[in-house]
């Protein structure tokens, strides 16, 4: 009893106790649900009406593109100043399909697999197939489906574990450069269903057909005077400032902008020291005895150079004009150097020369190593029938699988010593230009066993083997140091926007002020690899100094001078181009006025009024974009397809002047006029500029929220 009546005492602060404890787990059940929004929201690089775009998915899409470019580059690396076009590439590519797969699928459109099938490999194949390189016919130059019937077969071979590692990431890395375009295919397709709608829906009529086929079917020789705007001080024309508001208001939606950040940066050069220069001027010469003593002069320059021993010979068109020089005039063993030519420093030895072909031509038959015993029976048995004089040709069409050559009995092509190095090895090089003609040479690769055969070469020249010395001169850790500590020091002691500026100059630095950055610009200006400047500015406020960033070649401090919000540019901020327009507009109407109060009636007479010369052009017609010395003048072009042949024409206020002409001939297109032709090819005409249009519309009228500046 006393145990319940303690409770009943302490009841206030058991509730109290149980509702903090109730309140304590249903918060933490939310705050754990949460960490999942919160992650889920950091993880958004961007939303398009709604549908996120996660930052995996479009990392995945953005490697995908890098193996494509790898694999039609033919390299292993892509270099960063290509990333930058990736990414907004694939972003378009992302934020298309949205919209346009909203569009398609409100209308009930769709590819359907046995459409995409009949594009990729059946009756129709796409004109982007079509167009690829490793699918035509050397011989032809043409599509050879059979080319791409046998690219599939391969990559879809499921028996994956009878080629090696190296082939199979080959295998992968082809699988999936193939599914990149299937769906480049796909979405090509949509657009085309889609566009194809609409355009459909706009049709030429008659009238638009005449009209398109007078544009360009008449055209007419003139002499003309110009007068430019440059004649006329700005200063002597007045512009209200109600004139700006109303050319403001008019063109109001043409100055919607995102939101941008305003800086100024100091930017500092990373470059080599006096210092720096000396000593590798030094380094370079202290090898000159060696170099020209030495029998080991392939490890002695790739010890010490930034370019790779080649052991070729070339002939002397292959040298650059100074090596050339050497190279033809020096005696076996000489040196040469060490001379500076931009930023390097080079020495050259001549290692020998000989009479030798330049080129030969090679074929081979090319054999995959399954790792079995019968890999090598199989090339030792071709080798015994080609010398018993069997046919190379049907031999490499029947067992050689590079498809590409076997379809040309193997032939490889012409190749010199360096164009066979670099592109197929050391071991090939040796077996091309040391065989001998038509004998059959076996020869190893990561791809596997090679049977080939020189087919022909070149007369004998003069061919040189030289070595080559090449020592950059870079900035020194210590230049390095002292850049920055300069620098570091600097900023430190000046870490105020302010005072920035007014203490640069004396300091030696050059700050650039008013400088406005998107977040989608990847440079400060020319400035490399400057984007994390520009993430920094937009992850910080007005007043605040940015530690120093290294960007390629230079140190960057930013300061953030202020934010330009998201709306509309302010009419402070577009008011002197405005008023430049303006300008130009009035003094039109003052040139046009005087010339008009003159009465004067030849073209001569009205050059004399305006200071200016006489000239001619021809074939001007009402569809001609640009007037041949003259430029972009749509208001002249109009004027002169109106004017009688023989007329003076009133003064025309044009872009950069005032014109005055005189139409000296007239002609027709000898073409005749046909309707049905002509509205097929407005037809055509329009249906792709509707199509691009209409995709581009799709996505300015989406909600897009763009938040790749937290990632890049």
Avoid at 186 to 192: H, N, S
Wanted: net charge negative; aromatic share 8%; hydrophobic share 40%.
């Amino acid at each position: 009893m006393a145990t319940l009546e303690k409770i009943r005492n302490k009841a206030g602060l058991l509730v109290i106790v149980v509702g903090v404890a109730l309140f304590a787990f249903i918060i933490g059940d939310f705050l754990n649900s949460g960490s999942t929004y919160f992650r889920q929201t950091h993880e958004k690089v961007a939303e398009v009406n709604g549908e996120v775009i996660r930052i995996q998915d479009y990392q995945e899409r953005i490697d995908e593109m890098v193996d494509v470019y790898k694999i039609q580059m033919g390299t292993n690396n892509i270099s960063e100043e290509y990333m930058p076009q990736i990414r907004q590439s694939v972003f378009d590519g992302m934020v298309q399909d949205i919209v346009l797969g909203e569009e398609m699928a409100k209308l009930g459109m769709t590819v359907s697999p046995e459409e995409l099938f009949d594009m990729v490999q059946g009756e129709n194949i796409s004109p982007m197939i079509q167009q690829m390189q490793m699918f035509m016919n050397p011989e032809t130059g043409m599509f050879d489906k059979n080319a791409l019937l046998q690219f599939l077969k391969t990559i879809n071979d499921e028996n994956m574990a009878m080629y090696s590692m190296d082939q199979q990431m080959q295998l992968l890395q082809a699988r999936n450069f193939w599914l990149f375009w299937e769906k480049n295919i796909k979405r090509q397709r949509m657009e085309q269903k889609y566009t194809t709608l609409l355009s459909k829906a706009v049709a030429t009529n008659v009238l638009d057909a005449k009209a398109a086929f007078d544009e360009t079917a008449e055209s007419s020789d003139i002499i003309y005077a110009m007068q430019s705007y440059n004649t006329i001080p700005d200063s002597t024309v007045q512009v209200s400032k109600s004139d700006i508001e109303k050319l403001y208001n008019q063109r109001k939606e043409l100055y919607k902008q995102k939101e941008a950040k305003v800086i100024k940066y100091i930017a500092v050069d990373i470059v080599p020291s006096p210092e720096d220069y000396a000593k590798v001027s030094a380094d370079i010469e202290s090898l000159k005895e060696e170099f020209a003593s030495s029998s080991q002069v392939a490890d002695l320059v790739n010890e010490n150079s930034e370019v790779p021993y080649m052991d070729v010979f070339l002939a002397e068109e292959a040298f650059e004009p100074e090596m050339k020089q050497f190279a033809t005039t020096a005696e076996v063993g000489d040196v040469y150097g060490s001379v500076f030519d931009s930023n390097i420093y080079k020495m050259f030895k001549l290692v020998d020369k000989v009479q030798a072909p330049d080129s030969v031509k090679v074929s081979h038959i090319m054999l995959v190593n399954t790792g079995n015993a019968t890999d090598q029976l199989l090339a030792d048995s071709l080798k015994n029938v080609l010398k018993s004089g069997g046919d190379f040709a049907e031999l490499a069409r029947e067992y050689s699988v590079d498809q590409s050559s076997a379809e040309n009995g193997g032939e490889l092509g012409w190749f010199t010593e360096i164009g066979a190095l670099r592109g197929l090895g050391e071991e090939f090089k040796e077996a091309m230009f040391s065989s001998n003609l038509n004998e059959i040479v076996e020869v190893k690769s990561l791809y596997g066993t090679h049977l080939i055969k020189v087919t022909e070469r070149t007369k004998n020249i003069t061919k040189y083997k030289v070595a080559d010395i090449e020592m950059v001169v870079s900035p020194s850790s210590k230049t390095y140091s002292n850049l920055y500590n300069d620098l570091n020091q600097y900023i430190s002691k000046h870490a105020n926007l302010a005072t920035l500026e007014e203490t640069a100059r004396e300091a030696g630095y050059n700050v650039v002020s008013d400088y406005t950055v998107n977040a989608t610009d990847q440079m400060i200006g020319t400035i490399r690899s400057s984007r994390p400047v520009i993430r920094w500015a937009f992850e910080n406020k007005k007043g605040k100094v940015s530690e120093i960033f290294e960007c390629d070649d230079k140190f960057v401090v930013a300061a953030v001078q202020g934010t330009i919000p998201e709306g509309y540019r302010s009419m402070a901020s577009v008011e002197n181009s405005l008023r430049s327009e303006l300008v130009t507009q009035k003094k039109g109407e003052m040139i046009v006025q005087e010339l008009a109060g003159k009465n004067l009636n030849s073209v001569d007479a009205y050059a004399q009024a305006m200071g200016a010369n006489v000239d001619s052009v021809k074939f001007v017609s009402f569809g001609t974009r640009r007037i041949t010395n003259i430029g972009v003048e749509p208001k002249l072009n109009a004027m002169i397809s109106l004017t009688p042949v023989n007329q003076v024409s009133t003064p025309v206020a044009g872009n950069n002047g005032v014109y005055v002409f005189q139409v000296t001939d007239r002609r027709q297109d000898a073409k005749e006029y046909d309707e049905a032709e002509q509205i097929r090819s407005t037809d055509a005409a329009n249906s792709y500029r509707f199509g691009f249009q209409a995709i581009q519309a799709l996505t300015n009228n989406a909600d897009i929220t763009d938040n790749r500046i937290r990632f890049y």
